[in-house]
């Protein structure tokens, strides 16, 4: 989708008819700077849209705002007019999407009563340009939202308008946060799709077992009925593993805002930095012991080997000394001794006469050679041990290394822990009664993060031994099923059913994986052209983890974000949800094609990133649309901007004397008179 133009009238600040044409060349003159003071109507240029397309009143910011608040209609134009008359507003909206240039209007009504103002909707109608060039009207609400909705997915509609409070939201370690960027990866790639389909076959595959019942199979009956317990059990284990999270990143925040609180009083708040540093120590310490611990795991099997090495020694060393004399493979096969006695002839011709010398050694060879199958097997043991001989030594360096490593974490968590238990006291001990009651409370919140802390890992313990169990059932289930398939039908259609569910379910599994993989690679990546160089140095990657929370990680590979300022937060939310756009955008394009609306996003930026995202977001976006006031887009940033080739158009939200809003373009070149000087801001 490509914006071209915007009309409104009477809508919000914008009395009368005002027009605004927008940059939309992607990859060259794509940037269109809409400027002008706070409460001149940036954000309503979006509103407008978000209106036209959706017919939506309220944005995702409205959540607070009471809705008489939310007047769309003009009010000076309902002042002017008589009372309980009816005045007209409309949004219009000029855009091209997939070859085709589309008009869409839609109006709606405002009048000003006693009560107050009173608002409808009015008339919509889409006027779409085809490719062949004829032209076709709609005016059917339903007809006009489905074609929408296909150009545009209604849910996307919040992620590409960025203010600076959202900015910092999405990079805030919270359950919110989560949410936000588990949503936004939902909407933009269509992964709910897929989990509605995963409740469906699983809706289907249990009617199917319902019908088989224990008709057919008692024991088919009984795994059915255990697989069945063992996936709502997991499914009750996930809900809650996903609360405690939520539960866990509340008390967390609480945490932060006490000692915020208690950083305000002087005499301790050398201390309370010193508790805050030593707590992220210890973060990171047991962050290592649990990778420790993982990897420990991984080794289980191999490291088992060690407590057998005695035994797997002389087995090998018994099975090495047969091999060596030539008893292990044998020299002759069995099939041809056993020829020699049933034709009483050597194969050289010579008779071999039974009861004779020969016979007796051939009887002794006979029995020597054995089952040639336990001569094979004993060789696949033997190259086996083999193996395990030789790697012994690595297996056992890697066990004392891990186990040193672990210890040594340990011994460091221990000491830190220490140190944060005489930081607390200190803090607790101090004269301030309110600094005293600050701390208590504190350590309640730090005693509940624990205890959910230790649920969680019980919790995510108990889900590993259900995925354990389900997988055994299911491999039971599979093998009993398959016994019975071609006998009955509707055996056959559960199994097919329950396979369904199970491989959707692998495909969400390893498709949200990929993209959190990928949403984090791309979003390392338009970082390092975004930071300034400073956090090049401290900020290495981006990470959407499991629980979908966003984390950066320095260059010692340790979680970073609780450390980075302000600006960086804002850095790396920009940097996520460009990634976001160009995952959605799929390999057809390099930028995703929708304006990307940016309100106030430099409050907090430093020089460097100011002119870093300047530089390249016009082009990682096929429009780029900058809302911005005298504060953050000065001359310096003006010339950024221009010398980049990149802006095409700039917009001055001019106020009247009514209060009203009008739009004055004008050219690049001019528009350096509007701006302020750095020395006058």
């Not at 809508?11 to 409460?39: L, M």
């Not at 929408?148 to 919040?158: A, C, G, T």
């Not at 329950?498 to 791309?522: A, C, K, M, P, W």
């Amino acid at each position: 989708m490509i914006l071209e133009k915007l009309t409104l009238s009477n809508f919000r600040q914008f009395k009368g008819t005002q027009q605004i044409e927008f940059a939309k060349e992607p990859g060259g003159t794509n940037a269109t700077v809409v400027f002008g003071e706070n409460g001149r109507g940036k954000t309503t240029i979006y509103r407008a849209l978000i209106f036209c397309l959706f017919g939506d009143r309220r944005l995702s910011q409205d959540d607070d705002t009471p809705q008489q608040e939310l007047q769309l209609v003009n009010t000076t134009v309902l002042r002017e007019a008589a009372a309980n008359t009816p005045v007209s507003a409309y949004v219009e909206a000029e855009f091209s999407a997939n070859g085709e240039r589309h008009v869409l209007r839609r109006e709606l009504r405002g009048m000003l009563t006693k009560e107050g103002v009173l608002e409808e909707l009015g008339p919509i109608r889409l006027q779409i340009t085809l490719r062949s060039g004829n032209t076709k009207i709609i005016e059917d609400p339903a007809e006009v939202d489905a074609i929408v909705q296909k150009i545009l997915d209604r849910r996307m509609k919040d992620y590409f308008l960025f203010d600076g409070e959202r900015i910092e939201r999405l990079t805030r370690a919270s359950g919110q946060q989560r949410q936000e960027i588990a949503k936004g990866i939902r909407c933009l790639l269509n992964v709910d799709a897929l989990e509605k389909a995963i409740k469906v076959a699983k809706r289907v595959s249990d009617g199917f077992e319902d019908q088989v019942g224990d008709q057919i199979d008692v024991e088919r009956a009984r795994l059915a009925n255990q697989l069945r317990e063992v996936d709502n059990k997991i499914t009750g284990v996930k809900a809650g593993l996903n609360e405690l999270a939520d539960e866990v990143e509340k008390g967390i925040d609480e945490k932060r805002r006490l000692d915020q609180l208690l950083s305000e009083y002087a005499e301790i708040r050398h201390l309370v930095e010193q508790r805050q540093g030593a707590e992220a120590e210890l973060a990171s310490i047991e962050q290592d012991m649990q990778s420790f611990l993982e990897e420990m795991r991984s080794h289980t099997a191999k490291t088992a080997t060690l407590l057998v090495m005695p035994t797997v020694s002389a087995v090998f060393a018994g099975i090495d000394q047969r091999k060596k004399r030539g008893e292990i493979p044998p020299e002759i096969r069995r099939e041809l001794i056993e020829k020699i006695l049933e034709d009483h002839k050597c194969i050289c011709g010579h008779e071999v006469r039974e009861g004779s010398e020969a016979w007796q050694h051939i009887i002794a060879w006979h029995e020597k050679v054995g089952d040639p199958a336990i001569h094979d097997a004993a060789l696949d043991l033997w190259r086996y041990l083999s193996d395990v001989m030789s790697k012994r030594d690595d297996i056992c360096d890697k066990a004392h290394m891990l186990l040193f490593q672990y210890g040594n974490a340990t011994n460091k968590a221990e000491s830190v822990g220490q140190k944060i238990e005489r930081l607390d006291e200190r803090i607790g001990s101090s004269n301030r009664q309110d600094a005293k009651e600050l701390e208590e409370q504190r350590t309640l919140v730090e005693l509940r993060i624990r205890g959910k802390e230790a649920h969680r890992v019980k919790l995510g313990e108990e889900l590993n031994d259900l995925s354990s169990t389900r997988d055994r059932v299911a491999i039971q289930l599979e093998e009993k099923d398959e016994e019975l398939r071609r006998s009955n039908v509707l055996v056959a259609r559960a199994r097919l059913a329950r396979r369904i569910h199970d491989v959707l379910s692998s495909v969400h599994t390893e498709f949200t994986s990929e993209i959190r993989n990928l949403i984090g690679q791309y979003a390392s990546e338009h970082l390092r052209q975004f930071i300034d160089e400073l956090g090049r140095h401290s900020i290495e990657r981006v990470v959407v983890d499991e629980g979908y929370a966003l984390q950066v990680y320095g260059p010692s590979g340790d979680p970073f974000l609780a450390n980075i300022s302000s600006g960086q937060r804002q850095i790396t939310s920009i940097a996520f949800i460009t990634a976001l756009a160009r995952c959605a955008c799929g390999t057809d394009s390099p930028v995703l094609q929708m304006p990307l609306f940016m309100d106030a996003p430099f409050g907090r930026l430093s020089s460097e990133h100011r002119q870093n995202l300047i530089s390249a977001l016009p082009e990682v976006c096929s429009q780029w649309i900058l809302l911005a006031t005298d504060t953050e887009f000065r001359r310096t940033e003006a010339r950024w901007l221009r010398d980049g080739g990149h802006w095409g158009r700039f917009v001055h939200l001019r106020s009247t004397m009514d209060g009203s809003t009008v739009v004055e373009e004008t050219s690049v070149s001019d528009a350096f008179a509007v701006l302020s000087r750095e020395d006058e801001v």
